[in-house]
């Protein structure tokens, strides 16, 4: 069955420090992959996705490329905030998102930036 | 603003005592919502979907007479955890698609159920 592995946590980083949160995953076919942040106290938001191999997802200056021969979307960030501290997932899916799957995550990755 | 509501946001109850959760779709109908758990510092697992007039499809390991889906309106799905037990005890989310193929899935704010 599909699985996504992604690094364990907590990352501690100093406010303006760059960060990578590694993720793998295996699946059979061509799964979309995504990354959603959790706020403490809140559900999950959509921060970024890709749906085909080379895509870059972006938004809020967090990137991630859909590596196919690596089976990898790695999240990057060249600055990271005090508010981006939250607890973040990578997920696939095979139906691209959409109705007909539920989503397969990561175990989630807790970031904690200091000020 | 949300698109996907999720009440209560957090429950303590007795064990023994059955917990119902409700899931709406605010501005769109969806006909399948997933119901998924969160234990403490893993990842979210998904139970099982819902399906507007039909049964729920159930992942594996997961006692459907246990957790009880009812699916009754295109805009509502319930998620029922009866007799719960201490065991129980963790963050139930849920999601839906939005009715344009292809796109994320929106998410509840989650229900932290709490066994005593």
């Known amino acids: 069955g599909d699985s996504v592995t992604q690094m364990e946590g907590p990352v501690t980083l100093s406010e303006e420090a760059f960060l990578t949160i590694n993720c793998t995953y295996t699946a059979t076919g061509y799964p979309s992959l995504f990354w959603y942040v959790q706020y403490p106290g809140e559900g999950l938001q959509l921060l970024l996705k890709a749906t085909k191999a080379d895509d870059k997802g972006s938004n809020k200056g967090f990137e991630a490329t859909y590596r196919k021969e690596t089976t990898s979307f790695h999240l990057e960030k060249g600055s990271v905030q005090v508010s981006d501290s939250a607890v973040y997932f990578c997920?696939?899916?095979?139906?691209?998102?959409?109705?007909?799957?539920?989503?397969?995550f990561g175990k989630g990755t807790h970031l904690i930036i200091q000020p | 603003g949300a698109v996907v509501s999720q009440h209560p946001s957090w429950v303590i109850c007795k064990s023994g005592t059955s917990v119902k959760i409700e899931c709406r779709s605010l501005?769109?109908?969806?006909?399948?919502m997933f119901w998924y758990r969160q234990f403490p510092k893993q990842s979210l697992m998904l139970m099982a979907t819902?399906?507007?007039?039909?049964?729920?499809?159930?992942e594996q390991g997961v006692e459907k007479d246990k957790f009880l889906i009812n699916h009754a309106s295109l805009t509502l799905s319930t998620l029922t955890v009866t007799s719960a037990h201490p065991e129980d005890s963790s963050f139930y989310i849920c999601?839906?698609?939005?009715?344009?193929?292809?796109?994320?899935?929106?998410f509840g704010d989650g229900t932290r159920l709490s066994i005593l």
């Open positions: 999601s839906a698609p939005p009715p344009r193929g292809n796109q994320p899935q929106h």
């Open positions: 997920a696939l899916s095979d139906s691209g998102g959409g109705g007909a799957d539920g989503l397969t």
């Open positions: 819902s399906n507007e007039g039909s049964k729920a499809t159930y």
């Open positions: 501005d769109f109908q969806a006909t399948t």
